[in-house]
Every structure is written in C-alpha cells, then in structure tokens.
C-alpha cells in the first residue's frame, strides 16, 4: 500500500457519501416529476459514483493504474450522461395563477 491509501480511502467515502446523496435526491425528483432530465442526472452521478468506489479498490486491492483507469473512465461515461440531461426534452408544463379583482 501507498503512502496515500488512508487519504484515497476518506475521499473515495466522502464520494460516496456526498455522490450517493445528490443521486438519490434527483432520482427522487425523476420519481415526483417524471421529467428523463432528471433521471439522466441521478443515472450520471450514480456511475461517477460507482466508478469512484469502484476504482479506490482496485487501488487498493491491485495498482494505483488500474485504479486511475477504472475511475476516469466511469467519471468520463458519468459526464456524459449529465451533458445528455442538459439536452433532454423535458415535458412542457402551464402554470396557471388565478388572481381575485374587485
């Protein structure tokens, strides 16, 4: 092990917990709204997470290349699935404000 596996270990945690937290919040907004955007963006930061933890094993377990492969190329596929929610067509609503005049 290196030098910097505790540090790796804490921020590959810090990732999870923080990553874990924004995911499940926008998939529990997909669920209310229904809107792809927002499942694109729970989907994006679930796979950047994944690929955090992913990447601080095989860091861990095997080499710090593996480890470096696995997790630039999961944060790479997670980017783009957040770029593809910012291009999602997202169902039009009206909001209609009823007002009272005398």
Do not use: C, K
């Not at 963006?41 to 950047?48: D, E, K, R, T």
């Amino acid at each position: 092990m290196t030098d910097y596996a505790l540090f790796i270990a804490a921020s590959n945690a810090a990732t999870l917990v923080t990553g874990g937290a924004v995911a499940t919040l926008a998939y529990r907004a997909f669920r209310r709204t229904g809107s792809p955007a927002l499942r694109a963006v729970a989907a994006g930061f679930a796979i950047i997470v994944a690929g955090s933890v992913l990447g601080g094993v095989a860091h861990l377990l095997r080499s710090v290349a593996l480890g470096v492969a696995i997790q630039s190329s999961f944060t790479a596929g997670g980017f783009a699935v957040l770029l593809y929610s910012l291009y999602t067509e997202t169902s039009a609503t009206t909001t209609i404000t009823v007002g009272w005049s005398e």
